[in-house]
């Protein structure tokens, strides 16, 4: 247990100083007190990514965001009635307050179950051909290529088995056998790996047709030559608490038009704006997707992710979006695998 301490914050905190301290711990949440300890509200690792797509800048006091009203409990409730209400309420955190609402500790649900296991399959999608690489993949599936010490794929792995995944899927055409050879039934790693073999291209969600088993639990699939710095724990528990089929993770992306921008209205000038940049969400190549929704996707046919997203719109599913916030780059040209070395270290080391 963490010294509760060390995630107290002041309302007049900013939200980018906050976050530093959620990275830096292992509870992904901030208490938000007054100088008497007393609690005024808490932030979560959820609450920034719901400022994030409001447009709350980082740059705003966390109460902006804050969480006014927190669940709490006291200190005479025994661990089963804890247990109990944070199963109930599907709470991952308690703040534990004495007589006059000042904060004793955080109690995590993780220590009341002795679990960290996370069971949910991981789809790894390593089975395109990395053309746009051109000599860097002519003998080598990009997944396998390094960046910094490790293959892209491995980082990967090592990133979803750091918070608690064991369960791994992962997708293979090009070059399969040099993947397959490298990383096995994922023994080395203490995990689980199987193969979806692709015949042909199958897109980025033809893949998952492939799948034999049946699932109860959500399915995570990523984009194999992404690198990140997502929390894949918090993105799984951001879907179950937003009661979706499936989730897409999104990054924020800005261009600045090199221009004047001229407003009309017919022959008229209304207004000028110089040279504005226009802010964007864009598909992070990474989802969390509800095992039912896998019978959408076409056996064994070219099927791409946005086009299943598209589908269950359509039919009104409840669909919802996981701003990534933290590092991310899609390793695509070679200008992109450049820039992903020579930030390994500051990022992965």
Not at 64 to 79: S, V
Not at 290 to 315: E, K, N
Request: charged share 25%.
């Amino acid at each position: 247990m963490i010294p509760v301490e060390e995630i107290f914050i002041s309302p007049e905190q900013s939200i980018f100083e906050v976050l530093q301290i959620i990275d830096r711990g292992t509870v992904q949440i901030a208490l938000v007190v007054d100088e008497e300890r007393r609690l005024l509200g808490t932030v979560t690792d959820g609450d920034v990514r719901r400022g994030i797509l409001r447009g709350v800048r980082v740059e705003a006091p966390v109460s902006e965001i804050m969480n006014r009203q927190p669940r709490t409990a006291t200190t005479d409730m025994d661990r089963e009635t804890l247990l109990s209400i944070m199963n109930y309420l599907k709470l991952r955190q308690f703040p534990i307050l004495d007589g006059d609402g000042k904060v004793i500790k955080l109690q995590l649900l993780d220590d009341l179950m002795h679990t960290h296991h996370r069971d949910n399959w991981v789809v790894l999608m390593a089975g395109g051909l990395g053309s746009r690489l051109g000599e860097l993949t002519k003998d080598m599936p990009k997944p396998l290529l390094r960046v910094g010490t490790k293959p892209i794929l491995e980082i990967i792995l090592e990133n979803f088995i750091s918070s608690g995944f064991h369960k791994f899927y992962i997708s293979v055409n090009y070059k399969a056998e040099m993947l397959q050879d490298y990383f096995g039934n994922g023994s080395r790693w203490g995990v689980t790996i199987r193969y979806i073999h692709e015949k042909k291209r199958l897109g980025t969600a033809g893949a998952l047709s492939l799948i034999e088993e049946e699932h109860e639990k959500p399915i995570v699939v990523m984009n194999g030559d992404l690198l990140t710095k997502v929390n894949f724990g918090n993105l799984v528990d951001f879907h179950i608490d937003t009661s979706t089929k499936a989730t897409m993770c999104v990054r924020e992306y800005e261009f600045q038009v090199p221009y004047g921008v001229v407003q009309t209205e017919g022959h008229r000038l209304c207004a000028l704006q110089e040279k504005p940049t226009q802010r964007f969400f864009i598909n992070g190549g990474i989802y969390v997707i509800d095992p039912s929704i896998l019978a959408y996707i076409p056996r064994d046919s070219y099927y791409d992710m946005t086009t299943l997203f598209d589908q269950l719109m359509q039919r009104h599913e409840q669909t919802s979006v996981f701003p990534i916030r933290e590092y991310w780059i899609d390793i695509g040209r070679t200008d992109d695998f450049e820039k992903a070395n020579s930030e390994f270290l500051e990022v992965f080391g």
